[in-house]
């Protein structure tokens, strides 16, 4: 029996990643049970009560409704005794990844994060991520039972399929206590947000945008404007380069808007957008590795033997990234 762990969004629904660790979860073929935990998960579980689970099993209540590691790690514990599962999957959510290797040692299991993965082989199942930098890529099992597994985005297609009735099961739970209190949330504004996991366009820059162009002259103030420009645009998500990151730090001009959560490549950031566009980067290893699940990958660079050429872009534009953006922008604008 396996059971798949999932908790509801802000308003009561169930996320892409949830519904795409579900349908992998599924893929194995095993019979399988579903948890939910939020505020209000009634209609999180009727809208994937066709998707074949032998029951379904929720905790709800207003303690429930945001992240707090106490009331998390005390629900998943809950669930998981109620079931008694050999294999748990959730989504790769900072909610579960922060909770999951506690409740593994609570329960006696084994917690493995960052999945990319996850098929039956010789009638277990086995597990795919990547190690050292995501330079190597290993497929692996255990034997400890249960098995808590935190499976990213992308490894399979979101569940879709009809809602129905889930006549789920309410765990009881006494809320542990907790010094923790949510009071509200800060977001930037919607021009501000630069993240999008679900746009198309994965639009990334490098430290050639804050160096000497060939007229002699830094054009940070301009390349603010023409990246910026571009994401209002064509709604696409930034990323970065290290290099661009850690320009601060060498008391070099940098764009005020990027920061380490931009960075793809070197701290483990696997982006799966449809198409990736790269600017003034020399398609540096962990950057391009960053890049593997990209379908169609872009490049702009002036030299012609950057690390872009080398196999690594599908195409490759030999040209002024500052020239070319402002031509788009104009195009995109009209």
């Known amino acids: 029996m396996n059971l798949i762990l999932l908790h509801t969004e802000a308003d009561g629904t169930l996320s892409k990643l949830s519904l795409e660790t579900l349908a992998a979860t599924i893929a194995l073929g095993a019979p399988f049970s579903v948890g939910i935990v939020g505020e209000n998960t009634a209609s999180a579980a009727d809208s994937i009560a066709t998707c074949g689970a032998g029951k379904f099993l929720t905790i709800t209540g207003p303690e429930f409704g945001q992240a707090r590691y106490a009331t998390d790690a005390a629900a998943a514990e809950a669930l998981i005794r109620a079931v008694g599962p050999d294999l748990v999957t959730t989504p790769a959510t900072s909610r579960w990844n922060r909770v999951l290797p506690g409740v593994a040692h609570r329960i006696g299991g084994k917690v493995d994060s960052h999945v990319t993965g996850l098929v039956m082989a010789d009638g277990k199942p086995q597990a795919t991520r990547w190690?050292?930098?995501?330079?190597?890529?290993?497929?692996?099992?255990?034997?400890?039972?249960?098995?808590?597994?935190?499976?990213?985005?992308?490894?399979?297609?979101?569940?879709?399929?009809?809602?129905?009735?889930?006549?789920?099961?309410?765990?009881?739970?006494?809320?542990?206590?907790?010094?923790?209190?949510?009071?509200?949330?800060?977001?930037?504004?919607?021009?501000?947000?630069?993240?999008?996991?679900?746009?198309?366009?994965?639009?990334?820059?490098?430290?050639?945008?804050?160096?000497?162009?060939?007229?002699?002259?830094?054009?940070?103030?301009?390349?603010?404007?023409?990246?910026?420009?571009?994401?209002?645009?064509?709604?696409?998500?930034?990323?970065?380069?290290?290099?661009?990151?850690?320009?601060?730090g060498e008391g070099v001009a940098v764009l005020p808007f990027l920061s380490h959560m931009n960075q793809v490549g070197q701290t483990g950031s696997t982006p799966r957008h449809a198409k990736g566009l790269s600017t003034c980067c020399h398609g540096e290893e962990p950057h391009t590795v960053g890049w593997r699940f990209i379908g169609e990958r872009r490049a702009i660079s002036l030299d012609a033997n950057c690390g872009w050429s080398r196999g690594k872009a599908d195409i490759l534009y030999v040209a002024d990234a500052f020239a070319v953006m402002e031509k788009v922008n104009v195009l995109l604008g009209r």
């Open 131 to 248: 190690f050292y930098r995501q330079r190597m890529e290993a497929v692996f099992s255990r034997s400890t039972r249960p098995w808590l597994l935190a499976l990213e985005g992308g490894i399979a297609a979101a569940w879709t399929g009809a809602a129905g009735t889930a006549n789920a099961e309410a765990v009881s739970l006494t809320v542990p206590v907790s010094r923790t209190s949510v009071i509200g949330f800060e977001a930037p504004a919607a021009d501000q947000q630069t993240i999008r996991p679900d746009a198309d366009l994965l639009f990334v820059t490098g430290a050639g945008w804050t160096k000497k162009q060939s007229d002699g002259l830094v054009k940070t103030a301009e390349a603010e404007t023409l990246i910026l420009d571009f994401l209002r645009l064509s709604r696409s998500s930034l990323g970065s380069t290290k290099s661009l990151v850690d320009l601060g």
